[in-house]
T-cell receptor, first 113, second 114 residues
Framework: GENVEQHPSTLSVQEGDSAVIKCTYS??????FPWYKQELGKRPQLIID?????GEKKDQRIAVTLNKTAKHFSLHITETQPEDSAVYFC????????????FGTGTRLTVIP | DAGVIQSPRHEVTEMGQEVTLRCKPI?????LFWYRQTMMRGLELLIY????????DSGMPEDRFSAKMPNASFSTLKIQPSEPRDSAVYFC????????????FGEGSWLTVV
């Protein structure tokens, strides 16, 4: 099966700085990579995703990059704000077959005002 | 759409009691997932259904756990008997299809077994 590893487990940044979270996956057949944000006491919610036919995707202050050769993908948050403080999960999945999302262990991001 | 609806939101029960968690997926979604979240193990998939049929239950911890999906709009996760180590947040999620499409989580059921 798929194994997703995520680093770091905790990350503190000053407001306005950038934050980068990295994930690796093991199954070369995986081709869909979403990122979820989970605020304290809330459910995980999708913030951005990328498919294997692209190398980078941006949505305002958030971007995700994918390196299929190296089997790793990263989340970049620029100009961080206190409301970005949350736990972020990466995940990987295959498009075909009866599969599901395999999640990383999460990164607790704290943005210090 | 109201999203994935779970009940109860919070439950505190005594060890040995039966616990039933309920889920209503988003209408039209063919896939339903049950996840468990703990500090130690993160988000773990317990079981998932496709068109009401259990596809993969390899994540179910032991025989004390069971899940059913009698129809397209309702699923239950049952723990009998419950133990303190079952304390966790249980998320139900649904998706139009797995792999390549987003899964949408419910608000979760916060279970505490004392």
């Amino acid at each position: 099966g798929e194994n997703v590893e995520q680093h770091p487990s905790t990350l503190s940044v000053q407001e306005g700085d950038s934050a980068v979270i990295k994930c690796t996956y093991s199954d070369s057949a995986s081709n869909y990579f979403p990122w979820y944000k989970q605020e304290l006491g809330k459910r995980p919610q999708l913030i951005i995703d990328i498919r294997s036919n692209v190398g980078e995707k941006k949505d305002q202050r958030i971007a995700v990059t994918l390196n299929k050769t190296a089997k790793h993908f990263s989340l970049h948050i620029t100009e961080t704000q206190p409301e970005d403080s949350a736990v972020y999960f990466c995940a990987a999945s295959k498009k075909t077959g009866a599969n599901n999302l395999f999640f990383g262990t999460g990164t607790r991001l704290t943005v210090i005002p | 759409d109201a999203g994935v609806i779970q009940s109860p939101r919070h439950e505190v029960t005594e060890m040995g009691q039966e616990v039933t968690l309920r889920c209503k997926p988003i209408s039209g979604h063919d896939y339903l997932f049950w996840y468990r979240q703990t500090m130690m193990r993160g988000l773990e998939l317990l079981i998932y259904f496709n068109n009401n049929v259990p596809i993969d239950d390899s994540g179910m911890p032991e025989d004390r756990f069971s899940a059913k999906m009698p129809n397209a709009s309702f699923s239950t996760l049952k723990i009998q008997p419950s133990e303190p180590r079952d304390s966790a947040v249980y998320f139900c999620a649904s998706s139009p299809q797995p792999g390549g499409n987003t899964i949408y989580f419910g608000e979760g059921s916060w279970l505490t077994v004392v």
